[in-house]
């Protein structure tokens, strides 16, 4: 492998199917790995094999390479980027993307050795950037001497026109029906139970559209069969997300609190629907009902189907629409260049 310039972004990730190995996005480099190891099942065993190869690829590809800064994205490849500090003698900036050591499914073994992990390894960090506010502070509480930045998921809206796609009328939903719409991950965890079993009730009048992939699509499909006001549309590309969303009415964002790391959650898709003008019916949780609040940017209720299914029954359009006027307005802050700023001014007081 030739040798990389200074001053270059390099971005290590797996290579899927139908993407380069290697290519220049933006003037970032982008570099794809394809593992051998990868069709082997998800055992543990093999999961170590595959991580071990993983390990061997991106340490023999980059240790030599006079690196200045390693941004090692969640939990997983922390292990990878601390070896990779110790052979460049770069910075090392841990992106805590999540309340890593408390996350929704992680029990028993998995979870103790995650938080092993990461107790371990911290020492080694030279900065922390998490994700919302409340996270910040739990970090902070257990690493009281570990610089900590606040870096929202905010989406960079390149769009700051009025494009929009006409779902409403692509659905053909009658006038006095509001189209809801849910974003992102069909993941256990996030009400999407509780959203299909509300919608499917013949009492509730108003329409949702999921829009995702995930392991709970079979069963939305299946639904959206049966009942005609449950909806189902594949992933768009990312910079087409802010149009489609612009198509609704209200956007859901009722995540359960089954752990730390939803209950401290602040999730894209609540941005990206506060950035498309709509209105979020949002989970009474601290930091999502705080940018609700703090917006006006919607309602808070508790992620359960009683309560949506109440909540359901007292909105109208004439509602929603009053919640939605100005709103772009209001979230007018809620930028991706405001949390670069964050970003940036860590890259360089490491580099100083």
Request: contains cysteine; glycine residues 6%.
């Given at each position: 492998?030739?040798?990389?310039?200074?001053?270059?972004?390099?971005?290590?990730?797996?290579?899927?199917?139908?993407?380069?190995?290697?290519e220049?996005?933006?003037?970032?480099?982008?570099?794809?790995?394809?593992?051998?190891?990868?069709p082997?099942?998800?055992?543990?065993?093999?999961?170590?094999?595959?991580?071990?190869?993983?390990?061997?690829?991106?340490?023999?590809?980059?240790?030599?390479?006079?690196?200045?800064?390693?941004?090692?994205?969640?939990?997983?490849?922390?292990?990878?980027?601390?070896?990779?500090?110790?052979k460049?003698?770069?910075?090392?900036?841990?992106d805590?993307?999540?309340?890593?050591?408390?996350?929704?499914?992680?029990?028993?073994?998995?979870?103790?050795?995650?938080q092993?992990?990461?107790?371990?390894?911290?020492?080694?960090?030279?900065?922390?950037?998490?994700?919302?506010?409340?996270?910040?502070?739990?970090?902070?509480?257990?690493?009281?001497?570990?610089?900590?930045?606040?870096?929202?998921?905010?989406?960079?809206?390149?769009?700051?026109?009025?494009?929009?796609?006409?779902?409403?009328?692509?659905?053909?939903?009658?006038?006095?029906?509001?189209?809801?719409?849910?974003?992102?991950?069909?993941?256990?965890?996030?009400?999407?139970?509780?959203?299909?079993?509300?919608?499917?009730?013949p009492?509730?009048?108003?329409?949702?559209?999921?829009?995702?992939?995930?392991?709970?699509?079979s069963?939305?499909?299946?639904?959206?069969?049966?009942?005609?006001?449950?909806?189902?549309?594949?992933?768009?590309?990312?910079?087409?997300?802010?149009?489609?969303?612009?198509?609704?009415?209200?956007?859901?964002?009722?995540?359960?609190?089954?752990?730390?790391n939803?209950?401290?959650?602040?999730?894209?898709?609540?941005?990206?629907?506060?950035?498309?003008?709509?209105?979020?019916?949002?989970?009474?949780?601290?930091?999502?009902?705080?940018?609700?609040?703090?917006?006006?940017?919607?309602?808070?209720?508790?992620?359960?189907?009683?309560?949506?299914?109440?909540?359901?029954?007292?909105?109208?359009?004439?509602?929603?629409?009053?919640?939605?006027?100005?709103?772009?307005?209001?979230?007018?802050?809620?930028?991706?260049?405001?949390?670069?700023?964050?970003?940036?001014?860590?890259?360089?007081?490491?580099?100083?």
């Open positions: 492998m030739e040798r990389f310039p200074k001053k270059k972004l390099i971005i290590a990730g797996f290579q899927e199917k139908n993407y380069l190995k290697r220049i996005i933006g003037g970032r480099l982008v570099d794809r790995w394809r593992l051998t190891t990868r082997l099942p998800k055992d543990p065993l093999s999961q170590i094999i595959k991580y071990l190869e993983w390990r061997y690829r991106l340490i023999n590809a980059y240790s030599r390479e006079p690196l200045q800064i390693i941004h090692c994205h969640d939990l997983e490849p922390l292990w990878i980027a601390v070896d990779l500090k110790m460049t003698r770069a910075k090392l900036v841990y805590a993307h999540e309340l890593e050591t408390d996350r929704n499914g992680s029990r028993g073994i998995r979870k103790a050795l995650s092993f992990q990461e107790k371990y390894l911290m020492p080694y960090v030279d900065h922390l950037i998490t994700v919302s506010p409340s996270i910040r502070d739990w970090y902070a509480q257990r690493y009281p001497d570990k610089p900590i930045s606040l870096v929202r998921n905010i989406p960079h809206v390149v769009d700051s026109g009025s494009k929009s796609v006409a779902a409403r009328k692509s659905l053909k939903l009658p006038d006095k029906a509001l189209l809801f719409l849910y974003l992102g991950g069909l993941n256990q965890g996030r009400g999407i139970e509780t959203m299909l079993q509300v919608f499917e009730d009492g509730v009048r108003h329409h949702i559209l999921f829009m995702g992939s995930g392991p709970l699509v069963k939305i499909k299946s639904l959206s069969e049966k009942c005609n006001r449950i909806h189902y549309l594949a992933p768009v590309p990312q910079n087409e997300v802010i149009s489609y969303a612009r198509g609704a009415d209200v956007g859901l964002c009722l995540t359960e609190d089954t752990c730390l939803h209950r401290y959650c602040l999730p894209n898709k609540l941005f990206e629907c506060l950035l498309s003008g709509l209105p979020v019916v949002a989970s009474n949780l601290p930091d999502m009902a705080q940018i609700i609040r703090d917006y006006k940017g919607g309602w808070v209720i508790e992620p359960k189907a009683t309560a949506l299914t109440q909540f359901l029954e007292h909105l109208d359009p004439l509602q929603a629409r009053q919640v939605r006027h100005g709103l772009l307005n209001r979230v007018a802050d809620l930028r991706w260049e405001n949390e670069a700023r964050v970003l940036l001014d860590v890259y360089e007081r490491l580099l100083a």
